[in-house]
């Protein structure tokens, strides 16, 4: 009798490692060049923005003020992440959604992942910069 063997996760490990590489998996699939992608950049951005925390808030400063709160793991106000959201991915709270937006919104701004200038900054020895 044969073996029924299923295929490996393409997204292996839990949390921060997992959410991270099926964004990932969702930006090339929807034609982002592997080129502007970067998992280091990635870590530099959420663990900055929220300490990893996908139900992060920021209610205190002047994207808050003008009603638009930053929220979830990378930390994206509202209609950045409307303008930036994959379909089947719209839950600003699901942490695979919300850097999918983030990191479709840097790119489109910065033209890659790794001119991010908190990661620019970062990777230089210095303090990060919001984005």
């Known amino acids: 009798s044969q073996q029924h063997r299923q295929s490996p996760n393409p ?9 991270t590489c099926q964004a990932e998996q969702a930006l090339i699939q929807h034609g982002t060049p592997r080129s502007q992608w970067s998992t280091q950049a990635a870590y ?9 925390n996908p139900r ?10 003008a ?3 930053s929220e979830g793991i990378a930390q994206v106000i509202g209609p950045t992440f409307q303008a930036y959201a ?5 839950d ?3 942490p695979v959604d919300n ?12 033209g890659s992942m790794n001119n991010i200038p908190g990661v ?7 303090s990060y910069v919001g984005y």
């Open 11 to 19: 997204c292996p490990g839990s949390g921060l490692q997992q959410w």
């Open 44 to 52: 530099i951005v959420v663990e900055h923005e929220s300490s990893g």
């Open 56 to 65: 992060a808030y920021h209610g205190w400063d002047s994207n808050a003020a």
């Open 67 to 69: 009603g638009h709160p």
């Open 86 to 90: 994959l379909p089947g991915h719209t």
């Open 92 to 94: 600003i709270w699901n």
């Open 99 to 110: 850097m999918i937006a983030a990191f479709r919104y840097a790119i489109s701004r910065y």
């Open 120 to 126: 620019v900054a970062v990777r230089q020895g210095g």
